[in-house]
């Protein structure tokens, strides 16, 4: 099993930045690909960004790319997310997940086999 802590959310204005940090338990961390998703109040899920497990793959949503920066450090067990530039539209509940180990890298969320508890990012106007 695999445990995921986010952490680093909260409350900004638009045009600053934040950087989300998931922490992952078990030794098989560089083995799996690691996503970020966001479900904003009244809406559903949405894939943000995804990177394998060595680094060498990464993909972001349309509505993210440029502005945010997905990253992983597997000496430490983690992910992080960069967000530059932050809209009011990206306020949202922020989760990190991983897949199963040696799974194929993917941006749908039901391939995704972990999930953290979410951290809440707040952009004011």
């Known amino acids: 099993q695999v445990q995921l802590a986010e952490s680093g959310g909260g409350l900004v204005q638009a045009g600053g930045s934040l950087r989300l940090s998931c922490a992952a338990s078990?030794?098989?961390?560089?083995?799996?690909?690691m996503g970020w998703f966001r479900q904003a109040p009244g809406k559903e899920r949405e894939f943000v960004a995804a990177?394998?497990?060595?680094?060498?793959?990464?993909n972001y949503a349309n509505s993210v790319k440029g502005r945010f920066t997905i990253s992983r450090d597997n000496a430490k067990n983690t992910v992080y997310l960069q967000m530059n530039s932050l809209k009011p539209e990206d306020t949202a509940v922020y989760y990190c997940?991983?897949?199963?180990?040696?799974?194929?890298?993917?941006?749908?969320?039901?391939?995704?086999?972990?999930w953290g508890q979410g951290t809440q990012v707040t952009v004011s106007s």
């Open positions: 078990g030794r098989t961390f560089s083995t799996r690909v």
């Open positions: 997940a991983a897949t199963r180990s040696l799974r194929s890298f993917s941006t749908a969320d039901y391939e995704y086999d972990y």
């Open positions: 990177i394998s497990g060595t680094g060498s793959t990464i």
